[in-house]
């Protein structure tokens, strides 16, 4: 093969180009910014509809392609961007684009080259292990698993190792591996992270409960699985249930006490449990965001605060008013009419209504028993 540079089909490209696809773009910014001919001339391996790979084929020097098209807009800084990758990126790729099958002899090798892969390429190698081959993910898993063991880097999407490890809980069988080898780490908060999302997957008690999407139950009948669930028993309409076999929290609502619904806390779950146990532990700020993420959660909040110590809950009133405006509830009236029997309570209620425009019938309700007090 001859070298990139000098390749005949690809030698012309230069190492960067970007082509605006618009008139209104090329009138501005000055004419000519085209890509290069031989461009199309390249071959696609359509890993993803905003990035690819593209490949000449006569020298086998990878080029990076970023389709950078907004959704939605006029279209004028729509553009796509072709980079040429290093010698060394390219021959860390070549190794997973052209497997073809093949086994990899030493994947934890291969698994560090591919770290060493600047961020955007790895998102693309990523992509293409995940939609297309999965069976060489799978036999990066050990090594990524020891690399993450090692070094973290916190479980935010943009941390790659984080990124590919957390797509291994999706899926049952994914989730069973990835648990094998998590079982041969020290247990850290990273990888409890990536433990707890595995084990949801497969929990044959709770894995069908959604986040959002409540699961319907009748609490006096309840199938046998979720009969499981140990619940706080915060009150009648609103408690938390634990999963003995995953240790997730589901919120449990009802209007009626008989029927209701059970969503998954999810996330917040690492706050929500200290607040279980011992709310008058946890910060007022940290209060006022579980409080912010609506719908159950705020009930919860409120409720057990109000339980517990009413002052947990006193600082939320204004917001607990704005709430009520925005999206009336008869038991956040309640909660509130309870609150306003404190003096001061009631003359912040009434402060914050006279801010609100408009009302409700259950605000006006509220003003007239804070105005009482
Ligand atoms: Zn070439
Ligand atoms: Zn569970």
């Known amino acids: 093969m001859e070298t990139s540079a000098k390749c005949s089909l690809c030698g012309p490209i230069p190492d960067y180009a970007s082509e605006y696809h618009s008139d209104w773009a090329t009138e501005h910014w000055g004419g000519g910014q085209k890509l ?29 392609l970023e389709n950078d098209i907004a959704a939605t807009g006029s279209g004028d800084y729509d553009q796509s961007v072709v980079t040429r990758l290093s010698a060394e990126d390219t021959a860390v790729l070549r190794e997973i684009l052209h497997r073809a099958g093949l ?26 292990l995940w939609e297309r081959d999965r069976e060489l993910a799978r036999r990066l898993l050990p090594a990524l698993v020891d690399h993450y063991a090692a070094h973290g880097g916190g479980v935010w999407p943009q941390n790659w190792p984080w990124r590919f490890l957390y797509d291994f809980t999706t899926t049952q069988e994914d989730a069973t591996l990835l648990l094998g080898e998590l079982d041969r780490h020290p247990a850290t908060p990273d990888l409890d992270r990536l433990r707890a999302f595995a084990r949801v997957t497969v929990c044959s008690i709770c894995r069908s409960i959604d986040t959002d999407a409540p699961t319907k139950i009748r609490l006096g009948a309840l ?89 947990l809950v006193r600082p939320l009133v204004p917001r607990m008013v704005r709430r009520l405006a925005n999206k009336p509830a008869r038991w956040l009236h309640d909660a509130l009419c309870e609150l306003a029997q404190d003096p001061a309570t009631a003359a912040s209620v009434l402060a914050s209504i006279a801010k609100l425009n408009p009302t409700n019938a259950l605000v006006d309700s509220l003003a007239a028993r804070a105005r009482a007090v």
């Open 103 to 128: 086994a990899t002899e030493d994947p934890a090798g291969l698994a560090g080259r591919l770290l060493g892969l600047p961020d955007d390429v790895l998102n693309l190698a990523g992509i293409h």
């Open 223 to 311: 199938p046998p699985g979720l009969r499981a669930l140990r619940r706080f028993g915060v009150s009648a309409h609103i408690d938390v249930w634990e999963c003995p076999e995953c240790d997730s929290l589901h919120f449990c609502e009802s209007e009626d006490g008989i029927d209701g619904g059970l969503f998954r806390v999810g996330w917040m779950q690492d706050r929500i449990r200290p607040y279980l146990r011992r709310p008058e532990s946890v910060e007022a700020k940290v209060i006022d965001d579980l409080f912010g993420h609506g719908g159950a959660s705020e009930r919860f909040i409120v409720t057990l605060g109000m339980r517990k110590d009413p002052d």
């Open 36 to 64: 290069a001919p031989q461009v199309s001339l390249l071959k696609p391996h359509k890993v993803h509809h905003t990035y690819d790979f593209l490949e000449c084929p006569k020298c086998g020097a990878l080029f990076l």
